[in-house]
Structure formats: C-alpha cells, structure tokens
C-alpha cells in the first residue's frame, strides 16, 4: 500500500535555529516527491518537486533533498515567516498525490 | 483567473441536506483533481479528471460522493444526504497535465455538517 509519513509532527525552533524534516515514503511506481508549505485556512502551496534520488532542490532558506527512501527538508537559519505546516507528497503512477499529515513548524523570534 | 477559485469557501449544512461545492481550475488546465483534508491531517484524494473525463475516483467514501465535469473545466462536488464525518475541508487542484507540470491548489471550501 502507497504510504508517506512525516515527522516530527510539530517542530519548535528559535529564529536562526537550523533543522531537518523528514518524509519517508513508500509509493509505487514513485513519479515525483513533492513538498508544499499550507497557511491556516489556505490550500498548498507549492514549493518543489524532486524526480530522482540524488537531487536537491533550494528556494530561499529551503533545501530539498532525496533518497529511495526518505526525502527531506533543510530549513537553514529560519524567520518567524517560515512558520506555517509542510506537506511531503508522492505522486503515484496514476498521477494522485499521495500526502503525509504534515509537520507544523513554529519559528519563534 | 489566476488562480484555482473554489466556493463557497464555508459551508454550514444539517444533517441529511445535500450540499455542492464548485471549483474553477486555471483555465487551460486539463487535470483536476479533488482532495478532502481532515482537521490536522495531511489532503487525501478524492478523484481526477483529465479534461470530461472522470479517470479515477477510488478516493470517494461512499455513493453519497459525485463529481462531475461536463465541459473539461469548471467541477462539481457533491454529497448527497451529509453526515457529521463528512466535515472536513475539500480542496480542488488543476495542473496541465501531470505531474511535472506541477499541481496548483485552490484555498478550499471548509464544510461543517451539524
């Protein structure tokens, strides 16, 4: 069964505090991993998409990264403005997104 | 529009009342697809249309599920006689085709059955 599971599942960092999320996965016939970043009351948005284990991705202070296994998100010296939930996920060889629940980051001055 | 559009963006419906939740994809863009997110939990598939065409809709819960797309662009979701566990958000995505062209999701419509 296709499964993609996050963690932590909430993550507390001082401003200027680097971290790492997780996402591991498990998908048939994998045809992307993707990472959203979701405000309250918003939908998802965007953020990367990584296609072959090896390849990273940076936008900003974000940097994605991904195995066979396991993807993940480097925040590197994170502001009160990263705070918000991020969404790991893969996109099968039917073409549904298959998401993790999330991790909800606060970033505290 | 700039964006995927969905409304109404709240809905408040009685137990057993019908309700219809409409989205308008980027225009020109022939998938669609439709995801319902639990409080706290990650967006989990409804189903997908590639243009008319309904290609997979394995994600809805049970026959009280329908979505249709009869031009290719605007969609509508409806569930037929609610249930208070049908309370969730339901989020409407559009891409150009598949994956690589990334998927751009709409804000959602937050329905509350009680």
């Known amino acids: 069964e296709d499964q993609v599971t996050q963690s932590p599942e909430a993550l507390r960092l001082q401003e200027g505090e680097s971290s790492s999320l997780n996402c591991s996965y498990t998908?048939?016939?994998?045809?992307?991993l993707f990472w959203y970043r979701q405000d309250p009351g918003k939908g998802p948005e965007f953020l990367f998409t990584?296609?072959?284990a090896g390849e990273e991705k940076e936008k900003e202070r974000l940097k994605a990264t991904l195995t066979k296994k396991e993807s993940f998100l480097h925040i590197t010296a994170p502001k009160p403005e990263d705070s918000a939930t991020y969404l790991c996920?893969?996109?099968?060889?039917?073409?549904?997104?298959?998401f993790g629940q999330g991790t909800t980051l606060q970033v505290k001055p | 529009g700039a964006g995927v559009s969905q409304s109404p963006r709240y809905k408040v419906a009685k137990r057993g009342q019908d309700v219809a939740l409409r989205c308008d994809p980027i225009?020109?863009?022939?998938?669609l697809f439709w995801y319902q997110q639990a409080l706290g939990q990650g967006p989990e598939f409804l189903t997908y249309?590639?243009?008319?065409?309904?290609?997979?809709k394995s994600g809805l819960p049970s026959d009280r599920f329908f979505a249709e797309r009869p031009e290719g662009s605007v969609s509508t979701l409806k569930i037929q006689r609610t249930q208070q566990e049908d309370s969730a958000v339901y989020l409407c995505?559009?891409?150009?085709?598949?994956?690589?062209?990334?998927?751009?999701f709409g804000s959602g419509t937050r329905l509350t059955v009680v």
């Open positions: 995505a559009s891409s150009l085709g598949r994956e690589r062209y990334g998927y751009t």
């Open positions: 998908v048939s016939g994998l045809r992307g």
């Open positions: 990584l296609y072959s």
């Open positions: 996920a893969g996109s099968s060889n039917t073409g549904k997104l298959i």
């Open positions: 225009s020109g863009h022939v998938s």
């Open positions: 249309f590639q243009n008319e065409a309904q290609l997979d």
